[in-house]
């Protein structure tokens, strides 16, 4: 058993979305953003990131503060550098989540395959 209650992305994000994993394992990285509540926000985000990566997931939610909560996962390789510095020109703040263990059971192929292995 694991416990999520202390988990910020499980209870920000994962408890809300719906639709499971994808069918097929993806290359996938996972990565949680504060957005500036301001008009642009979204457009800056895409431009700046650019069209070489496919996003995989977006989850946004709002609390009515000065900044939006964001989840994005993203079809990528373990080690990207482009991708990195992408990142950094962005300038939002961005946590990598990959590891996360709720996204790996509730949204991950992978994970979800070697819960149920552990568990059978």
């Avoid at 719906?18 to 996972?30: D, F």
Wanted: charged share 25%; with cysteine.
């Amino acid at each position: 058993m694991v416990d999520l209650s202390d988990d910020e992305m499980a209870k920000l994000h994962v408890r809300y979305m719906v639709g499971g994993r994808p069918s097929k394992a993806l290359q996938e990285r996972l990565f949680s953003f504060e957005f500036p509540e301001s008009p642009g926000a979204l457009l800056k985000f895409l431009h700046t990131l650019g069209t070489h990566w496919n996003i995989s997931l977006f989850h946004y939610r709002s609390h009515g503060t000065d900044y939006g909560r964001v989840l994005a996962a993203f079809e990528l390789g373990e080690h990207e550098p482009d991708f990195e510095t992408r990142l950094n020109e962005l300038g939002y703040e961005c946590h990598d989540e990959t590891h996360n263990p709720a996204f790996r059971f509730f949204l991950a192929v992978s994970g979800w395959e070697e819960f149920s292995r552990k568990h059978q």
